[in-house]
């Protein structure tokens, strides 16, 4: 097992296909509801790159040490996960590079295994651990070696939360430019109308000039890219479409970079926070220009979490037919956003919401739409048939979503009367729903007179 990674779609230029997978992916390995919740599981997991690239060492000196970041984090939220040890095993790295320990790490005598303290574990990664690699004196050019890893953390299901086995990086002895941005800090709160200037500062840690660079820009539905250079080719956003609406942007620079040093892009990056905006994400990355290879691509890319202070009210529509029995009518139910805010569940690919349809009493379902399955459970009442409609990953203010389902009456039931409630594809709330009163809402059969 390798090492896991945040995923770098721009470099693989594979936005809209990745999420389309991650759909494909949801909706094929089912869905759960709160009427019928799995027990609570949760994994502890290591996050470090596959691969670190240390410069050759001059033949007149020492060469740079250059950071590796790690850190833990786990997968499920309702736990507290404290007390995270990091085991880092740098045995595998002899007559190929060296390392400086931080100050939360403890090495053994021989100074090649120790045990990190990187304290409160995170459901989202960030770095608690930040080693300095660098290749030995009389390291070849291509030389490689291996750190491994392993953890555990105290909290979990059972008390006790440990990593998988397998966790790698692979270090490899190399010459030439290496680009990258700093780590941006999230935002919350952060107020629609809000104007933000991206970290967008472009370092060479690298031993090669870099001659001239690109940059590729993606900014989610809810941020306006203010800044234009003339330098860039913009697109979007199109919401349109099926993928969530995002503005892009390929732009190339002529500016050289030496080794060590950093440049400004030729103005700020600045980003507008719009009224529609909830839980928004600027990736950005940069590659050296001239056809060169970067010579290490872990911070060549940076995805910016911005969380609005912004609500969105989402809704379910009902309906009031009449029939029959015997007869098959039509009972159209649905769901609406009635806004401010835009939703997306961009890294994930899950739907935003589910909209359950409880059948009024006395039909049977004779069509379903192809959005919605059979969800009846033991906690049902076995008389009411019960369909769960998976929405759209994305939602925008004003949008409506129709499920009309063909209804056959088999007896009729004065005023019989079904539900439709909306409610998250995981989990029992939509945090960011202002008014819970028209997450339901009725479908009325015969109405009494």
């Not at 809810?222 to 697109?235: H, S």
């Not at 004779?366 to 399955?373: D, F, L």
């Not at 005023?415 to 945090?431: D, E, F, I, W």
Request: proline share 7%.
């Amino acid at each position: 097992m390798s090492s896991v990674s945040v995923r770098r779609v721009l470099r693989h230029g594979v936005r809209a296909g990745a999420v389309g997978v991650l759909v494909v992916a949801g909706l094929g390995s089912g869905i759960a509801f709160a009427d019928d919740e799995p027990q609570q599981t949760d994994q502890l997991w290591i996050q470090a790159p596959y691969e670190q690239a240390v410069t050759v060492a001059p033949q007149d000196g020492a060469a740079r040490y250059r950071s590796l970041e790690l850190g833990l984090y786990h997968d499920n939220g309702n736990f507290a996960v404290t007390g995270g040890r990091l085991t880092v095993d740098v045995s595998g790295l002899a007559g190929v590079a060296e390392v400086a320990w931080p100050d939360n790490c403890t090495p053994d005598e021989a100074g090649t295994v120790a045990v990190c303290d990187t304290g409160d574990v995170p459901t989202r990664y960030s770095a608690q651990v930040s080693l300095k690699v660098r290749a030995v004196a009389d390291a070849a050019l291509g030389a490689q070696g291996t750190i491994g890893y392993s953890a555990q953390a105290t909290g979990g299901p059972d008390g006790t939360l440990v990593s998988p086995e397998g966790f790698t990086t692979s270090v490899t002895v190399g010459s030439g430019p290496d680009l990258g941005f700093g780590a941006p800090k999230n935002l919350t709160g952060v107020a629609p109308g809000t104007e933000l200037t991206v970290p967008s500062s472009v370092t060479n840690t690298g031993n090669e000039t870099a001659h001239g660079f690109s940059v590729r820009l993606w900014a989610t539905y809810g941020l306006d890219v203010v800044t234009r250079y003339p330098q860039c080719a913009y697109t979007g956003p199109d919401d349109s479409g099926s993928a969530p609406p995002a503005t892009s942007a390929t732009c190339s620079f002529d500016t050289d970079i030496a080794p060590g040093a950093t440049v400004e892009l030729p103005e700020p990056l600045r980003l507008a926070v719009t009224d529609r905006a909830l839980s928004e994400r600027f990736d950005y990355e940069v590659e050296p220009g001239d056809g060169a290879t970067d010579l290490d691509g872990s911070d060549n890319y940076r995805a910016w979490n911005i969380a609005a202070d912004n609500t969105a009210d989402f809704a379910a529509r009902g309906t009031v037919v009449g029939g029959a029995a015997g007869d098959t009518v039509t009972a159209t139910v649905g769901f609406a956003d009635l806004g401010p805010a835009w939703v997306a569940n961009v890294g994930s690919g899950d739907p935003v919401a589910v909209v359950h349809f409880y059948l009024p009493e006395g039909t049977t379902a004779t069509s379903v739409p192809r959005a919605c399955r059979n969800a009846w459970t033991s906690g049902d009442d076995p008389a009411v048939g019960h369909y769960a409609c998976t929405l759209p990953i994305w939602t925008r203010p004003g949008r409506d979503v129709a499920f009309p389902f063909g209804l056959r009456i088999d007896r009729v039931v004065p005023g019989a009367t079904g539900r439709v409630v909306v409610r998250p594809y995981y989990g029992t709330s939509l945090p960011f729903d202002p008014d819970t009163d028209n997450n339901t809402a009725e479908v009325v059969l015969n109405p009494a007179v």
